[in-house]
């Protein structure tokens, strides 16, 4: 794991983001920064890679639209993008990083992308999820 878990908790302390749950182990956090409208976010050491993931909402019956418009919106994405999980039914936001020249500013670049994107895009993505 080269210490990559603990160079990610370093981090996200010191962007202060309050870490829900945590398993060294798998080297998987779970974080949270309320006041800034992320809860739930998923970041995880997965050798060469880290994955930072928040699932949105669940897709409803009109999913063409939907679709569209997500993919429409994922240009102006800084960094990660609209996606599904493996059962197409769960939309998720989720960006990767190199682990191995993985430093503070570019984790707070891609956290960032994702504050900006909700705050944005909230009330777009709500009527999205009913």
């Known amino acids: 794991m080269d210490n990559y878990y603990l160079k990610v908790k370093e981090y996200l302390l010191e962007l202060e983001y309050n870490i829900v749950s945590e398993n060294e182990q798998e080297a998987v956090f779970l974080i949270e920064k309320e006041d800034e409208g ?34 429409q919106i994922n240009r102006d994405i800084v960094h990660g993008a609209f996606s599904l999980d493996d059962t197409g039914k ?38 999205m999820s009913k």
Do not use: W
Not at 42 to 53: G, Q, Y
Not at 95 to 121: A, K, M, P, R, V
């Open 38 to 71: 992320i809860t739930n976010v998923l970041v995880a050491c997965n050798e060469p890679i880290l994955i930072i993931e928040s699932h949105l909402f669940d897709l409803k019956e009109e999913k063409c639209e939907v679709m569209k418009r997500l993919l």
């Open 90 to 127: 769960k939309v998720i936001f989720r960006d990767t990083l190199q682990l191995e020249n993985l430093d503070l500013n570019e984790l707070q670049g891609s956290l960032y992308s994702l504050i900006l994107l909700l705050s944005e895009y909230r009330n777009e993505l709500i009527k």
